[in-house]
């Protein structure tokens, strides 16, 4: 009834503004689907039962997708948006707090049984991201150095802890590409 999560081997350096676009694609493409079926439930092309389920079941998927849990749609977008101000451990680090926080707020959206079954996968999958965490700003610098990716931008930084997404650094005479 809830889909399922993409994995995709992506790069951590996408820009932001594109990983944005990407992440509401999917809840942008429910609400066109949405305002498709509602046309025809106007043009009588579908009966009220129909649209009532629809509806109901398009409302509810759209709202649990847009939860700020990892790795719903409104997790990814939470942390792509603290991405933008940000450094990048600290945006992923409260991005799962936040997650963790949110976690009952599924109990909204389904029977008891469903939400703790979806429950148990959140969780698990949380569980993978604090595991990846430590992770995340080597892998971040490693892709910039093995890609070679350029920026319009260079800042000075006293902490690798700092670096943030979509900015080419320089840290003490060393430079993180």
Do not use: W
């Amino acid at each position: 009834m809830f889909g399922g999560v993409t994995t995709l081997d992506e790069d951590l350096n996408l820009n932001i503004y594109k990983e944005i676009l990407l992440v509401i694609m999917g809840p942008l493409f429910q609400i066109l689907f949405f305002a498709f079926l509602t046309i025809l439930y106007k043009n009588n092309f579908i009966s009220d039962l129909t649209y009532d389920k629809i509806y109901d079941i398009n409302i509810l998927l759209l709202s649990f997708n847009l939860l700020p849990i990892l790795p719903l749609d409104g997790g990814k977008l939470l942390n792509n948006l603290l991405d933008l101000i940000l450094p990048y451990n600290l945006s992923h680090l409260i991005t799962i707090i936040i997650s963790f926080i949110s976690l009952p707020l599924i109990f909204i959206f389904c029977n008891k049984l469903l939400a703790f079954l979806l429950l148990l996968f959140l969780v698990f999958n949380l569980y993978e991201e604090i595991k990846l965490h430590r992770y995340r700003l080597e892998t971040l610098i490693s892709e910039r150095i093995v890609k070679k990716y350029k920026f319009n931008k260079t800042i000075v930084i006293s902490n690798i802890k700092e670096i943030m997404r979509n900015k080419n650094y320089v840290l003490k005479n060393k430079t993180f590409v």
